[in-house]
């Protein structure tokens, strides 16, 4: 069975999987894979991780252009309920992206990532 799925309709999707995703992390202090695969993606980061002592999701973003040095990684900081307004902050509208959501959320509902269908 396919899902279809217009840019808005994946975007008010993404956002309940991000609530999924923190309330999963909540219970078991860590972030889930998908969740961190989606923060790299969204803020092209190196990592994403869950710091459990302040409850907060550290994104590190290598700001270095020269790759023979050695990276310079900002670390970004979030609170563990506004990581969704970011994730939506960050919501990019192409048809890459918007695939890759597609993809996404066809793997956490089951129905595959070839079953997702893009709409215009």
Same mark, same amino acid.
């Given at each position: ?6 840019? +808005?309709? #994946? ?5 309940? #999987?991000?609530?999924? &995703?923190?309330?999963?992390?909540? /219970?078991? +202090? ?12 969204? =803020?092209?980061?190196? *990592?994403?991780? *869950? +710091?459990? !002592?302040? $409850?907060?999701? !550290? ?6 252009? $020269?790759?023979?040095? &050695?990276? !310079?990684?900002?670390? *970004? ?8 307004? /970011?994730?939506?902050?960050? =919501? /990019?509208? $192409? $048809?890459?992206?918007? !695939?890759? &959501?597609?993809? #996404? #959320?066809? /793997? ?13």
């Amino acid at each position: 069975m396919a899902a279809y799925f217009n840019s +808005n309709q #994946l975007r008010t999707s993404l956002q309940e #999987l991000v609530k999924i &995703y923190m309330e999963e992390c909540g /219970k078991c +202090n860590e972030l889930p894979q998908d969740c961190i695969d989606l923060l790299r993606h969204n =803020f092209q980061a190196d *990592y994403a991780v *869950y +710091n459990k !002592e302040t $409850n907060t999701v !550290e994104i590190g973003i290598n700001k270095t252009e $020269n790759f023979d040095a &050695y990276p !310079e990684i900002e670390v *970004y900081s979030f609170p563990l309920n506004q990581v969704g307004k /970011k994730v939506d902050h960050s =919501f /990019k509208n $192409n $048809n890459e992206d918007l !695939e890759y &959501y597609g993809k #996404l #959320l066809g /793997k956490r509902h089951g129905i595959g990532s070839q079953s997702v269908v893009l709409l215009d």
